[in-house]
């Protein structure tokens, strides 16, 4: 019988029908809200969150809040797991909540912002309007966001995620003064901004730091204790006995060997049933932990460079070279660029020239790919820009050898 036949019980062998390894993966991503007893060490963080929100409840306007913290140190999970709990609350008070989570790595320009707000909120049987992909201008999608919201909305919780990645912070402002400017009438809005960037209000627009009143709040990151506690309440992902003892609390110290990344940790314990699963594996062993924070480590820089162009590879593989092989190694922009112009030739691509190598460098950082600083050579002497690797570069390099131009020169 060939691949594509089927055998006598009508299934296509060519697939696999059995499921040894998961007993339900959903629990493993990260968009998963666990229950509330399964929260680990954020109790305090949260019922601060809570206290900026509970006005709404009653259908008042919540204080807007600033949440900061590491990548994976529990930000959006909490901000989301309060919102959704104080909307069940205020449903008590016959008050409704609406709850807009927006992604502003992808949604970085004000158009952006408010359309998908407004597409979030929007119930066309009570605004009676659509809100269009395209064809309108900001100001049209701006009027028909304060519709939505004074038909669709008593209170509105707006969640920007990644809010440092914003090109215009004019949207706050905006949003922000909405009620005081008469924009909406009938409903309330609450702003709450993440960012893995502390210093992130310093870099508003003085219009902005003005006008924009907040509370801000930080997250530590988890401790290698409370990692291995989420892990274990998330193992009901697995059929009973699949994890071996030493798989949570190796991958737990793997993700806390950096800065205690809850969303490192469940990507490795997610990519290691991954792995043994493809492998056919009865079990998850520390082996497949080991393989799989590699492959967690590639797939997450592997999203930050997609879409990026070949020239910012080139640079990008540059800085590589020029780190020996070191993480923690800063590397001077005219050195970047020398070394950039060798490789620009070896790929026989055109040479730019170092000032905008300088600005590639720049987007690099906003990306979170790269983290540059500018300094100065001494009194008199000028400034000059040095820039190291958030990640191994190993890591780094493994990835860019993934596009078929780069890769010609391994």
Not at 73 to 92: I, M, N
Not at 162 to 191: C, H, P, T
Not at 321 to 339: D, F, M, P, S
């Amino acid at each position: 019988m060939t691949s594509d036949e089927t055998d006598g019980g009508g299934r296509d062998p060519l697939f696999r029908y059995d499921q040894p390894i998961f007993a339900n993966e959903d629990i493993l991503k990260i968009s998963h809200l666990p229950g509330p007893d399964k929260i680990v060490g954020r109790d305090e963080h949260m019922s601060k969150v809570a206290q900026a929100l509970n006005p709404a409840i009653f259908g008042r306007e919540p204080t807007h809040l600033f949440i900061f913290g590491k990548t994976g140190s529990g930000k959006t999970l909490s901000a989301r797991l309060v919102s959704e709990r104080l909307q069940s609350e205020a449903r008590r008070e016959d008050v409704n909540v609406e709850i807009a989570v927006i992604d502003c790595g992808e949604q970085h320009t004000e158009a952006s912002v408010i359309k998908t707000l407004a597409s979030q909120v929007n119930d066309p049987s009570k605004s009676g309007m659509s809100i269009p992909e395209r064809g309108l201008s900001t100001g049209d999608y701006y009027n028909r966001l304060w519709q939505v919201l004074d038909t669709c909305s008593d209170v509105t919780i707006v969640i920007l995620d990644e809010i440092d990645m914003l090109r215009d912070d004019e949207v706050l402002r905006k949003l922000s003064r909405a009620g005081e400017n008469q924009k909406i009438v009938d409903s309330r809005l609450g702003i709450i901004g993440i960012s893995n960037k502390i210093d992130y209000p310093e870099e508003l627009t003085e219009r902005v730091k003005s006008s924009f009143a907040h509370d801000e709040l930080v997250f530590p990151s988890y401790d290698a204790n409370q990692l291995r506690e989420i892990l274990e309440n998330r193992k009901d992902a697995f059929k009973p006995g699949v994890l071996t003892d030493d798989v949570i609390p190796l991958a737990s110290a793997l993700a806390a060997q950096e800065h205690g990344d809850a969303r490192k940790a469940i990507d490795i314990l997610r990519n290691a049933g991954r792995i043994a699963q493809k492998e056919g594996a009865d079990t998850v062993s520390d082996d497949h932990v080991r393989a799989a924070k590699e492959k967690s480590e590639a797939d997450r820089f592997s999203e930050l460079l997609e879409g990026t162009a070949t020239q910012s590879k080139a640079v990008l593989y540059s800085l590589v070279l020029q780190t020996g092989g070191r993480k923690t190694a800063e590397v001077t922009t005219n050195k970047i660029y020398r070394q950039y112009l060798t490789v620009a030739d070896d790929l026989d691509m055109d040479q730019l020239s170092e000032r905008r190598v300088q600005e590639l460098l720049q987007e690099l950082d906003f990306l979170n790919v790269i983290q540059s600083e500018v300094r100065g050579r001494g009194r008199g002497q000028g400034v000059h820009g040095t820039h190291r690797l958030l990640e191994d570069p190993d890591i780094v390099k493994r990835v860019l050898l993934r596009d078929s131009r780069i890769s010609t020169l391994e």
